[in-house]
């Protein structure tokens, strides 16, 4: 039989702990170097660490749906509102219930809040409808003349969402308004309304002929009560009157035709009389705030749906038709005019809002109509701020914990295991090293933000990192008991205690991913976090605590089993060594002849 070589290092690479140990410290220098580089030293803090602010909103019933908020709509808020702020790119915001119809959203201090805020309640209804009338408002206008179209900055350039042109405003007479009998195109105005209220598909042009006979104040369209109130909203109300402005067109149906208000230059207003919704905002795709190119001006490119689509190119074909105003379809959002382009061709696919946008206010109109608009409205009832100081007290609180809670554990390691608490020092200093860096590197990354719980999770993380430890020490030192020595102790120790690490870890990762899930809030930066280091915890234990305890095995100080070591077999009650009891029970067995 041919004698096994000498100087054989154990299999399975047990003999080569030094490449896990350099693996594990070019993972710690390359996150330390990613952290310093990237300019995020320190994790991102959440709304009771770092200060913030937080708002209760309230539902409001709304004309013609009674049952409006409910948990359905109520959740659909909620998601809107949330991937609204996460469009801003503000981290850690909480949005959640709370009741049957208040919504809390907590907005961390820090980049985009301020907007975000701005944001959190606005309902973007928004929709498009034809233009049936248009007067310039203000404290000392009259009644509705003629028909005046708004200033052209609002109208979208020529390849884009629709086209004016100079030569398309109306050059006949304007009435005054104090004419004693109502001049034709006055006459107009009122078949153009009833019309509306009538949902007809194509109001009666401006430019129609001289009224007939029949066509008089009292025989007019406009003796229809709907029409005739209609007509007297418009003719009392003042846009620059800011109660008045914020009143128009509010609480109207989609159905409905409505007053409203609108500003194409700041300081000067227009008022309108639409008609009932074409295009709704839910048809809208996709929005995004961007440059024209012409013009260098900020507007807000939308583009359709395929439903959608096929509804604007009804209405601009059908208003390409008209003369000014009803050539004109009026973007209203949450019942403001924004703008009110004439149309010229027929469009499909892409629209675009113009108007008196800076960059601020065009990205967030294009934030609002990607998410799409909150189902509900929503009133502002309190709106609260938590100061910085606050949550550095709360923050020093649940660092001091965590220091007793550490230094508890040091004193246990070293009362108990002796020398080898220096191991498990170690080792819990890595974990907390990789904790760290990473905590840093994910702020900016997924917007991960450490908060008053989350810090609780690292808190309980300290004591799953030693308990991996005492599993793996106390498997050692029951070898040792059984008569092993301590390095064939230290291999044989391993995979038993390899797999009560991996089912303790996978168990509280479990509860971790259970807890982030089914969640909100809070709860889940604690559960994040508490999934985190025990994943950490696995990666320590395999590729640093077990390599790093080869290596003492080889040492005399832990060889030798000093008492000092945590490994002196006298002190474990240690059994006299199985092989050597087998080789003299062997040798005192008689020979057979």
Known sequence: MAAPKKGRGPSGGQGRPGRALVIILIAMV??????????????????????????????????????????????????????RVNGLGVSEAEVQTQGSDNIIVNIPKGTNSEQAREQVGTTAQLYFRPVLTVAASGPEQPAPSGSPTPSGS??????????????????????????????????????????????????TPTNSAEPKP??????????????????????????????????????????????????????????YILGPAEVSGGDVDDAQGAIDQQTGEWIVSMEFSSAGAKKFQTITS???????????????????????????????????????????????????????ALPLTFEEVSVTTVTAA???????????????????????????????????LLSLLVSGILTY????LLGPAIGFALNLPAVCGAIVAIGITADSFIVYFERVRDEIREGRTLRPAIERAWPRARRTILVSDFVSFLAAAVLFLVTVGKVQGFAFTLGLTTLLDVVVVFFFTKPLMTLMGRTKFFSQGGSWSGLDPKRLGAQPPLRRSRRVSASTEPKEA
């Open 30 to 83: 390359a996150l330390a170097g990613g952290m310093f580089l990237s300019g995020h030293t320190t994790p991102r803090l959440g709304i009771d660490l770092a200060g913030g602010t937080s708002i209760t909103l309230k539902a409001k019933n709304q004309p013609g749906k009674p049952n409006a908020i409910n948990p359905t709509n109520m959740d659909t808020a909620v998601g809107i509102i949330e991937r």
């Open 154 to 203: 609002a109208t979208p350039k020529p390849g884009e969402s629709a086209t004016s042109d100079d030569k398309d405003k109306d050059k006949g007479e304007e009435a005054t308004g104090e004419e004693a009998t109502p001049s034709p195109s006055a006459t107009t105005q009122g078949r153009a309304v009833s019309e509306g209220l009538k949902k007809a598909p194509t109001p």
């Open 214 to 271: 029949s066509d008089s104040p009292e025989a007019s369209p406009s003796a229809d009560p709907a029409t005739a109130k209609l007509q007297e909203e418009f003719t009392k109300l003042n846009c620059a009157d800011p109660e008045q402005r914020a009143g128009a067109g509010k609480d109207a149906l989609p159905t409905d035709s409505i007053v409203a208000c609108g500003s194409n230059v700041p300081g000067s207003y227009e008022k």
């Open 318 to 372: 059908r208003l390409s038709q008209q003369q000014p105003p009803m050539n004109q379809f009026a973007i209203v959002l949450d019942g403001e005019v924004v703008s009110a382009p004439s149309v010229r061709t027929a469009l499909s696919k892409n629209a675009q809002i113009s108007g008196s946008f800076d960059q601020q206010s065009a990205e967030d109109l294009g934030n609002i109509l990607s998410y799409g």
């Open 390 to 424: 606050l949550g550095s007290e709360q923050l020093k609180g649940g660092l001091i914990a965590g220091g007793i809670g550490l230094a508890l554990v040091v004193i246990y390691l070293v009362a108990y295991y002796r020398g080898l608490a220096f191991i498990a």
């Open 437 to 440: 860096t990473i905590m840093s």
